[in-house]
């Protein structure tokens, strides 16, 4: 089966097209959409319950109130049943059209097929350029060469989504996590994407600082997720450097400053004490984290019958 996610926010207009649309591409395969009302303020709720009445097939989720598309994906990926898990955006900009062949390459080895816009119909200066900038800064800090990040049309296997627990707005850093968390093997494919025919973006300029906040975390995760000291070790070398500097200042203070002077001094060895405290403190905290993080390994790792019987299969 596959299961298809789609966030809906305000969209009363493209569902009924967007539901045949759907119907008419996937008219020969086995599949469930689920759509997932990030607290629309419009129709969207009473037209996607008489579409979910009048077709099995579609099963329609309403969330309290607009948490993001991230925590909408989630919500959709906690209930769906599928092999094959595809998300796209609910705007009619993505085309249905495009599924088949995103899932059938999977069926060449991969666990992740990204589509991306090819001939993408948007703004030059608020959506083509920013998102141009953004896609060689997370390829370059994250190491995936995944070209365009911000199409949301992607074919999953069943078994990525479940390692996957997405907030804020990592959405958009998906191929990139599931490639640092689970080594998942992923293709790209060029999709087709339309104008927008109704309603307006729910995005603009302002999301780009909360993109760079999470491509930060994603990075940090990234580089330090199985060697945590590494990243204690650097903020307890920056540390104890600044307790030496202000050290080396103490002893230049006893040395030059008149008695008295020396004396009342105090702020050079305070702070070269709190200096070399946080830089064992930090190094106390990498130690223990290092270790959680092997207690982990050890506890998931398999041994080699498990593998041996895994392989078979």
């Known amino acids: 089966m596959i299961s298809i996610v789609i966030p809906v926010y305000n969209e009363e207009e493209s569902l009924r097209p967007l539901v045949a649309s759907i119907q008419s591409a996937l008219a020969n395969a086995d599949w469930e959409l689920i759509l997932v009302d990030d607290g629309s303020d419009d129709a969207s709720a009473e037209v996607g319950l008489e579409l979910a009445s009048r077709e099995h097939r579609i099963r329609w989720l309403s969330l309290a109130r607009n948490y993001g598309q991230s925590q909408a994906l989630q919500a959709g990926f ?51 350029m920013p998102s141009v900038v953004a896609n060689r800064l997370i390829r370059w800090l994250t190491g995936v060469p995944i070209r365009d990040n911000g199409c949301s049309l992607k074919a999953y296997r069943r078994d990525v989504i479940r390692r996957l627990h997405l907030y804020s707005d990592l959405h958009r850093f998906i191929p990139a996590v599931a490639a640092s968390t689970s080594g998942a093997r992923i293709a790209e494919l060029p999709v087709r994407h339309h104008r927008r025919a109704y309603g307006r973006s729910k995005y603009g300029l302002s999301r780009v600082w909360k993109v760079l906040a999470d491509l930060l975390t994603l990075k940090m995760i990234h580089t330090f997720r199985e060697r945590p000291l590494r990243l204690f070790a650097i903020g307890a070398a920056a540390a104890a450097l600044t307790g030496g500097f202000f050290a080396t200042y103490t002893v230049i203070a006893a040395a030059t400053f008149e008695r008295e002077a020396a004396v009342q001094a105090l702020v050079f060895p ?15 905290l990498g130690l223990i984290a290092e270790v959680a993080v092997r207690e982990r390994r050890a506890r998931y790792r398999l041994d080699p019958f498990d593998l041996r019987e895994l392989s078979l299969r």
């Open 78 to 128: 906690d209930v769906a049943r599928g092999d094959v898990i595809v998300t796209m955006d609910g705007d009619l900009q993505n085309d249905p059209a495009d599924i088949p062949e995103l899932v059938a390459k999977l069926d060449d080895g991969y666990d992740l097929v990204a589509g991306y816009r090819a001939g993408r119909q948007d703004t030059l200066v608020t959506r083509k």
């Open 270 to 284: 305070s702070a070269a004490a709190l200096g070399f405290g946080l830089a064992y403190y930090l190094f106390a």
